[in-house]
């Protein structure tokens, strides 16, 4: 009980005391002495078509690969044989598995001719992800000239040194 009296009565001194201020303001006239660019730094992934070259073996014929005439051919003459060999209703099923073992054999054979080999550069487009580092102004750092004093601001708009500038200054009275 004590406490909470002690408590009122410190209140009503705070409120019937005489606090008294009083603030000013001026426009004054300042000259920027130096402006300081503020960056900031932010960094993305971006992804970009690369060229990615490497030296391989190769065969010398690649066409020995490729389905040719003579793959045809022998697809023909192993069609033929399976067709003379097929008995009712399995002629069309050895036609089709004679004409492909006949381009087989070709392309085996074309294959096994072909064992020459040579290095040769081969390249190939690959997407690749780089890391890009930007820079952005962020603002500007001012050194003014105002009243005797060098003060620094930070400020949205750039200046050039020398220019003249309008300030609010704000000048606070109050009584203890």
Known sequence: MLKKFILLVGCVILISSNSYSKTNFYQVTGSISSVEVLKTYSTQKVPRDEKRCS???????????KFGADNFIGALIGGAIGNRIGEGG?????????????S????SD?????QNFVEKEVCRIQKVIHTETIERISGYKLIVDVDGETISFNSNRSYNPGDLITLTKKIS????
């Open 110 to 114: 074309k294959a096994a001719a072909n």
């Open 55 to 65: 030296i391989q073996r190769v065969p010398v014929n690649q066409e020995a690969n």
């Open 90 to 102: 399995g002629k069309s099923g050895a036609t089709a598995l004679g004409a492909l073992i006949g």
């Open 104 to 107: 087989e054999v070709v392309r």
């Open 173 to 176: 009275y109050s009584l203890n």
